[in-house]
């Protein structure tokens, strides 16, 4: 796959803008469906909310796409809603994230309803992803649409056989291509705002197109930005503002 020049990026406009006040702390979640105990990390702003936006692959969100410092600093400039802001740890991901059922079951309705009693009592949640994180959000929310107030998905791993028989040889690779199948032929749909981003230079981008065109024809009122780079952290982070922002604005207005 093609890449792009790190050191030819520049930093985001928003790193220049001070964080607001807030703290981070823990949560263990355990999630009987995949047998296990969850620790969450999360961040909450120092001004009551009762917003929470969580993200798959929480932790690299955190280190290679600065998901905390860009809410904090959204916060300051007025730019979205304060929130809460909850990490959730990958674990198994290659099983986990690629349209496994149980995992679905698990953040519907064990981990999503944990973190609401929490921080949110009776709101849904925007909910975010990339990659297989991506994938994995959305399989929830076709699931569980109760449970979310919009979806930002960045280069989900959509597959299909026409667009990425390159992919046949991943594990679960039959599992995410008959889930595909069958939102790509679903008449409609649970929609909720949703963003898609995809990098000009990925192999996804096929795949995402199609995913957002479907979503679109089901009634997800549905963004789609072709973005700069390729399947990466760096491309990732700088497609948050303004497209994250954008969601967010429109679900917490």
Same mark, same amino acid.
């Given at each position: 796959m093609e890449r792009?020049?790190?050191? *030819?990026?520049?930093?985001?406009?928003?790193?220049?803008?001070?964080?607001? !006040?807030? =703290?981070?702390?823990?949560? @263990? &979640?355990?999630?009987?469906? *995949?047998?296990?105990? $969850?620790?969450? =990390?999360?961040?909450? +702003?120092?001004?009551?909310?009762?917003?929470?936006?969580?993200?798959?692959?929480?932790? @690299?969100?955190?280190?290679?796409? @600065?998901?905390?410092?860009?809410?904090?600093?959204s916060i300051t400039g007025g730019h979205v809603q304060p929130c809460h802001v909850v990490l959730l740890p990958a674990g198994d991901r290659f099983t986990w994230y690629a349209a496994l059922p149980a995992y679905a079951r698990g953040l519907g309705l064990e981990i999503l309803p944990r973190l609401t009693d929490r921080l949110s009592p009776g709101r849904p949640v925007a909910g &975010? %992803?990339?990659? $297989?994180?991506? *994938? !994995?959000? $959305?399989?929830? #929310?076709?699931?569980?649409?109760?449970?979310?107030? %919009? $979806?930002? *998905? #960045?280069?989900?791993?959509?597959? #299909? +056989? =026409?667009? @990425?028989?390159?992919?046949? %040889?991943?594990?679960?690779?039959? !599992? &995410?291509? =008959?889930?595909? %199948?069958r939102v790509l032929r679903s008449p409609s749909g649970p929609g909720v705002p949703v963003t898609m981003t995809c990098g000009r230079l990925e192999e996804n981008l096929a795949n995402n197109r199609s995913m957002a065109e479907a979503l679109r024809a089901q009634g997800y009122p549905l963004t789609f930005a072709q973005i700069e780079g390729g399947h990466d952290w760096p491309a990732w982070r700088d497609a948050l503002d303004p497209h994250l922002t954008s969601l967010l604005r429109r679900i917490w207005p």
């Open positions: 792009v020049d790190v050191s *030819l990026r520049r930093d985001p406009d928003w790193w220049s803008l001070p964080a607001a !006040a807030g =703290r981070w702390w823990s949560l @263990d &979640i355990p999630v009987k469906n *995949l047998r296990t105990e $969850l620790a969450a =990390r999360v961040w909450s +702003p120092a001004e009551p909310t009762d917003r929470v936006l969580i993200a798959h692959d929480g932790a @690299d969100y955190d280190k290679h796409a @600065d998901l905390g410092r860009y809410v904090a600093a &975010i %992803g990339a990659s $297989l994180g991506a *994938l !994995a959000m $959305l399989h929830c #929310q076709r699931r569980h649409p109760e449970m979310f107030a %919009g $979806l930002f *998905l #960045q280069s989900g791993s959509f597959f #299909q +056989p =026409r667009f @990425d028989r390159q992919e046949s %040889g991943f594990g679960r690779y039959l !599992a &995410i291509v =008959r889930w595909t %199948g």
